[in-house]
C-alpha cells in the first residue's frame, strides 16, 4: 500500500471514529462512493480498534514494521477470511 493510500485511510478512520458507529458506515458510504476497497479497509480498521488489544493499541516497538504493512496483513488476512 503506498503512502498516500495509507494517508487517506488514516485520516477517514479518525473522522469516522469520531462518529456514532451507527452513522460511521453512511459517512463512509458518502466520503468513498468511488471506492469501495476504501470503505472495506477503513471499516476494518474501525473494528481493529474496537476489539481493544488490536494492532492499533500495540507500541511500535512491538509492531516490528510500519504502521501500513501492519494494516495491510491485517486487510489481506481478513479479506483472504471472507471478511
Known amino acids: 500500500m ?3 493510500r495509507w494517508q487517506k485511510i488514516q485520516a ?3 473522522e ?3 462518529l456514532p458507529e451507527t452513522e460511521q458506515r453512511s459517512f463512509l458510504e458518502r466520503a468513498c462512493a468511488d471506492d469501495p476497497s476504501l ?3 477503513v471499516l476494518i480498521l474501525l ?3 474496537a476489539r481493544g488489544a488490536s494492532m492499533l493499541d500495540a507500541d511500535v516497538a512491538q509492531r516490528g ?3 501500513h ?3 495491510g496483513l491485517v486487510v489481506r488476512r481478513r479479506t483472504r477470511n471472507g471478511q
Request: aromatic share 10%; no cysteine.
Open 2 to 4: 503506498d503512502s498516500t
Open 39 to 41: 470503505i472495506r479497509e
Open 69 to 71: 504493512d501492519q494494516f
Open 65 to 67: 514494521a510500519d504502521d
Open 47 to 49: 473494528e481493529e480498534d
Open 12 to 14: 477517514l478512520f479518525h
Open 16 to 18: 469516522t471514529a469520531d
